[in-house]
């Protein structure tokens, strides 16, 4: 046995010293493209969107074998994955809120603040503290507050989040759902988001994000979304896809003393010089729809329900830097066609006076001229704000307008949020009010925050929906297109996935003195003492009738009458 | 003259009521104040703990000595088999104690023994003899040869072999003198095969370091144990391979295989001293801390070794933590220098190249320079793919992984021999050292984890002390005094795994969270609070019973005197 051991060694050995000898580099089973989208917007504003792909042919699902080799995909983030048993993970960091009628349609929409939610493998017994540790786990890395999430904001959506990639998982109990309005999202965050590229911010698209220009924006968002997808074509077996993307809305138009003028070089104040070495494809789309004749290198896409024109750059080629060998983008346009106005959009607010009632108006419009269509809307509120659910009323046309599907789960004090999910149909050219009317509740004193007059956020809804396209949508997923339009998936040419989200809300509740506690404290005991201090004279002291004593002018008189010598009275 | 009575009484009743309130307070309030304002706390068994503080180790080893035919003369043949013991105490230091057991088989080989022993070379010898027989981990099998066997090269007299023998060549002993003289001449060789391989006072010594104040132990072994990474139940190893230049080079690295050929045999080996996990990732446009000097006489670039000590934080940033365990990682690096600053060497404190081009960091990792500028010429198109030799790179980090987790390069004592350890990376008394060592270790460690826990709750009387941890550290206790008695009787397998144990359940009772909670209740606030309650009841109280106590010894002295 022994022997056979040690022959085995040998062949071992053997095998390798051939690889060596007869070498040529194996085809990589990992492969990584960037690409940026510049759009102009009806506003004046500039949109630049950026899309990294890492997609890897491996399986960290798999049993027994496990994955620890790592070359393009980041290593911190394939342990949490295989760690944590993850089969679908999106968190996304924004700054700002996207104004869906001014701006139209972001490519991946996100809420203020920070978003997670998570499929969990099926094989996962213990979601509740898989999630719990994923969420420190993810708040290490992307140096976020994460860490804050707990069951007082963890939802289970039962229709709202569907799997992005393969596998069409339908128990939600496997899902997570959390948000966090009030995170702020700066430059700590997003040097971490930069680390998980291949290349870093050293070379590539991403030489362009330079911290102090995309903090100085509208909008910023930055997102990981992690999912399993078809390998090839035929999609016989999975690779898992991390995308991280990164959407900026520029205000130009003011900054640049209202000329409808941009380029690179103003935006990130950064040329481009290569593309990232380890990329097998890297491009700049630039939006001239509006702007037809600028470039020659143009090539049309279906997005978002609209039809739009490009102008492309592809960074791998030498003759996009020209003799320069730097890369500055710069258009001016005339821009004065009216924008395709989204076809759905949604607003919020609070209603109500004092602080003990109040109200949440959900406006849903849908802008179709004719197409009726149904969406889905999630809401979930922290426990105290107490629901009068009995109150729900949703109204379109000032006609009663009956949910055909309504998931209310209750919410619990101090361990879990209302989950309100509905279906409504809105009728074409319309606006849908949802209104429910709730109680703020009275927190304990160590529950505020540590500034409770600025009030309380509470998070954006959600609304999903199948929006009717104007033109037909592309559905044939294996043709090679550009990653902005890939995101998610088309199945039916007539309709194409949207989803919008509301404005976080902004709740005041009712909020103590907090010294309180130690002003009752003293004048608890000052009361008792006073009290006790009384009874215990009369108990211990003895009362006894006293010699008048000369009255005070006259002990005045005699004093002065002492110092003066003159005798007493 | 009426009146005096009544105010006689009003007084008394005065003075009753004043002492009725103040033995109230006294019997009822403060009580109660007390059992309501308490901290739980719940019992820890203090002086067992008190007895761990002052430690006395005591390491057994079993050592069985072979005769083979014709080292002994016939008429003391007869009178083995012997069993002899020889105890050696140190007192460290006033707290720690040692004493070691020698447990001594004399017996005379048997006839396969000698057959074995008959091979042509002293590996053969040493593989037959193994078959022979397994001896159990912790002890040591000395054969004794006559000088005239072969099986030794010229020189040496000790062979250390892969497994748990030893084989020393002596001369006859003739009949001079009986077995005792015989036995007493060979001890002095006996014990220096022993302390090669399982332990030696020192490397005792070093490893009982967290308790001991410098100087006391010899710099050599000191170096050696804070190079070692510190004991615990599991590392993470991380192979990374930096490639700053990748316009220039375009690397491929057959880590996986690598892996498997090279380092999991090791850490097979390893498996009863800890967990590893081993992962690799390839980080791109990552450069070192410094700047590399060029040295025009060698037309390369250079670093000295004064400079590599900043070569690892901006790396170290790349690397990242790993996010999925929180045990120990050891960072094993190989930097493939960007073209145009190739090739680079690494240069010692005298200036001369280091032949492996690596260096390690104690209790980090270590980093390995790979040149690749002579792979191409320079009209190669960019990138140039490159394969990496991973025998040469896995050579020089299974050295120093072998150094990072203390399999200390023994320095042997003249005339000794150790065969290498072979494939499997590390040989049995190999194994054996680092298990004494590492038990030790973490007998230390807990305890002066426990030691410490207990004086800190001594003295800060706010800290809660809840059920669970009550339960963790009198497991704690429990597993050490276990793997004391272990060691004791020489099992070493099981003292190792009390030790582990005890050190896992004293640090997880050391960090539970809990014990911070009341911990920074400063008393001044306390008393902020108490004051405006406690003052105004206090005051009247301590004021009366003063004027009692005044009255009374008022009134003893005008007794006394009316006596007088």
Redesign the interface.
């Known amino acids: 046995e022994l022997k056979g051991n040690k022959y085995n060694k040998n062949m071992i050995f053997i095998q390798i010293m051939l690889i060596i000898n007869s070498f040529t580099p194996p085809p990589p089973n990992d492969q990584f493209q960037e690409e940026m989208v510049i759009r102009p917007l009806y506003s004046g504003d500039i949109y630049a969107s950026f899309q990294f792909r890492t997609q890897w042919d491996t399986d960290f699902l798999h049993d027994g074998k496990k994955v620890s080799h790592y070359r393009l995909f980041p290593k911190s983030l394939g342990q949490v994955l295989s760690k944590f048993s993850v089969r679908e993970l999106h968190i996304s960091f924004t700054q700002g809120y996207w104004r869906t009628m001014q701006w139209g349609q972001p490519f991946i929409p996100s809420p203020p603040g920070a978003e997670l939610w998570v499929w969990f493998h099926h094989t996962v017994t213990d979601v509740d503290g898989n999630w719990k540790e994923l969420t420190n786990v993810l708040s290490g890395i992307f140096c976020a507050s994460l860490n804050f999430i707990d069951s007082t904001n963890t939802v289970e959506p039962s229709a709202s989040f569907k799997p992005l990639g393969l596998g069409n998982a339908t128990d939600h109990r496997f899902l997570r759902y959390a948000t966090l309005p009030r995170e702020i999202v700066c430059t700590e965050n997003l040097t971490p988001w930069k680390k998980l590229l291949p290349c870093g911010s050293k070379a590539g698209l991403a030489v362009l994000m330079k911290s102090e220009k995309l903090f100085h924006s509208s909008f910023h968002s930055q997102a990981v979304h992690i999912r399993p997808v078809c390998k090839d074509w035929q999609c016989t077996s999975t690779a898992w896809e991390l995308r991280q993307t990164l959407n900026v809305v520029f205000d130009l138009y003011t900054s640049g003393q209202g000329k409808k003028e941009w380029s690179l070089f103003k935006m990130f104040s950064r040329t481009l010089t290569e593309a990232c070495p380890l990329a097998s494809s890297s491009k700049i789309y630039v939006d001239v729809t509006d702007n037809p004749g600028v470039n020659p290198l143009i090539s049309t896409a279906v997005v978002l329900g609209d039809r739009r024109t490009y102008s492309v750059y592809d960074l791998t080629k030498k003759e996009t830097f020209g003799q320069l060998r730097s890369l500055n983008l710069l258009l001016r346009w005339k821009g004065e066609n009216d924008m395709l106005r989204p076809p759905l959009h949604a607003e919020r607010y609070v209603s109500g006076f004092g602080l003990q009632k109040g109200e949440i108006h959900t406006c849903l419009y849908n802008s179709h001229p004719y197409r009726a269509y149904p969406v889905l809307l999630l809401d979930s509120l922290p426990w105290y704000l107490r629901l009068y659910v009995h109150t729900l009323t949703v109204t379109s046309k000032t006609r009663e307008n009956k949910p055909s599907y309504i998931h209310y789960q209750p919410s619990k004090d101090r361990l879990r949020p209302h989950l309100l999910e509905m279906l409504v149909q809105l009728p074409p050219h319309s606006v849908t009010e949802v209104t429910v009317q709730f109680e703020r509740a009275l927190l304990k004193w160590t529950e505020y925050t540590p500034d409770p007059n600025h009030g309380f956020y509470i998070g954006s809804s959600v609304i999903s929906a199948l929006v009717p396209s104007i033109v037909a949508m592309d559905t044939n997923s294996t043709r090679d297109r550009p990653l902005f339009s890939s995101f998610f998936p088309t199945k039916e040419e007539s309709s194409y996935f949207m989803r919008v989200y509301t404005e976080p809300l902004l709740v005041n509740l009712p909020t103590p003195d907090f010294s309180m506690p130690y002003n009752v404290i003293c004048l608890t005991c000052t009361v008792v003492a006073v009290g006790y201090g009384s009874f215990y004279n009369l108990l211990t002291r003895t009362f006894q009738v006293d010699e008048p004593s000369a009255p005070l002018a006259k002990r005045l008189a005699n004093i002065i009458r002492r110092l003066r010598g003159v005798p007493l009275l | 003259i009426l009146l005096k009575p009544l105010?006689m009484k009003?007084?008394r009743r005065?003075?009753n009521?004043?002492l009725a309130?103040a033995a109230v307070v006294i019997v009822v309030g403060i009580p109660l104040w007390w059992k309501t304002t308490e901290t739980y706390r719940a019992w820890l068994p203090f002086s067992q703990i008190g007895e761990l503080d002052s430690l006395q180790l005591q390491l057994s080893v079993e050592v069985e000595v072979v005769f083979s035919r014709g080292t002994l003369i016939p008429e003391l043949q007869k009178k083995v088999p012997l069993t002899e013991t020889r105890e050696q105490e140190h007192q460290v230091d006033a707290k720690t104690g040692l004493q070691y057991r020698y447990e001594t088989k004399y017996r005379t080989a048997t006839i396969m023994e000698d057959d074995a022993l008959n091979q042509p070379t002293a590996q053969e010898a040493d593989l037959s003899l193994h078959m022979l027989s397994e001896s159990a981990c912790g002890s040591v099998v000395v054969y004794i040869i006559p000088e005239t066997s072969t099986l030794l090269p010229e020189g040496v007299t000790v062979y250390v072999g892969q497994r748990r023998t030893a084989l020393l060549r002596t001369t006859v002993f003739q009949g001079r003198g009986g077995l005792k003289e015989v036995l007493s001449a060979l001890h002095p060789l006996v014990k220096q095969v022993v302390d090669t391989m399982s332990f030696s006072h020192q490397d005792i010594l070093a490893s009982l370091s967290d308790r001991m104040r410098a100087g006391q132990i010899s710099k050599e072994s000191l170096a050696d144990s804070m190079r070692a990474i510190k004991s615990s139940p599991g590392y993470e190893i991380?192979f990374s391979l930096l490639n700053p230049d990748?316009?220039s080079h375009?690397l491929?690295w057959?880590?996986?295989?690598?892996v498997?050929?090279y380092i999991q045999p090791l850490l097979d080996k390893l498996t009863p001293i800890a967990n590893f996990?081993?992962?690799?990732?390839?980080l791109?446009?990552a450069v070192l801390g410094v700047n590399p000097r060029f040295d025009n006489s060698v037309s390369a670039y250079t670093l000295n070794a004064d400079s590599l000590a900043h070569v690892i934080n901006p790396v170290e940033a790349?690397l990242?933590?790993?996010?999925?365990?929180s045990n120990p990682v050891l960072n094993f690096l190989l930097y493939v220098p960007d073209a145009r600053h190739s090739p680079l060497f690494i240069r010692d404190r005298s200036q001369k190249e280091v032949p492996s081009n690596a260096f390690h960091s104690p209790r980090w990792g270590g980093i390995m320079v790979y040149n690749v500028n002579d792979m191409y010429d320079s009209k190669a198109e960019f990138?140039v793919?490159i394969?990496i030799?991973?025998?040469k790179v896995m050579g020089v980090f299974l050295a120093q992984l072998r150094l990072l987790l203390g399999v200390q390069k023994t320095q042997p004592p003249p005339g000794f021999l150790l065969q290498s350890p072979g494939?499997a990376g590390l040989a049995d008394w190999e194994l054996d050292r680092l298990l004494w060592s590492r038990s030790v270790e973490n007998v230390a460690t807990a305890s002066t984890t426990i030691t410490s826990l207990a004086q800190l709750l001594d003295q800060i009387s706010n800290i809660v002390i809840n059920d669970n941890i009550a339960q963790q550290v009198s497991s704690a206790v429990m597993s050490l005094h276990a793997a004391l008695a272990e060691l004791e009787v020489g099992d070493l397998a099981l003292a190792l795994q009390y030790s582990q144990e005890a050190i896992l359940a004293s640090e997880k009772a050391f960090f539970d969270p809990s014990l911070l909670h009341l911990l920074y209740f400063p008393d001044d606030q306390k008393f902020a609070?108490y004051i405006?309650?406690f003052?105004?009841?206090c005051v009247?109280?301590v004021l009366?019973l003063l004027k009692i106590g005044n009255e009374v010894r008022q009134r003893r002295a005008d007794k006394l005197a009316k006596r007088d």
């Open positions: 105010i009003i007084t005065g003075r009521a004043a309130i991380t990748p316009k375009s491929h057959d880590i996986e295989g690598a498997h050929s996990s081993v992962d690799s990732q390839i791109y446009y790349r990242g933590s790993n996010a999925a365990s990138p793919d394969d030799s991973m025998a494939s609070i405006p309650l003052l105004p009841m009247p109280i009366s």
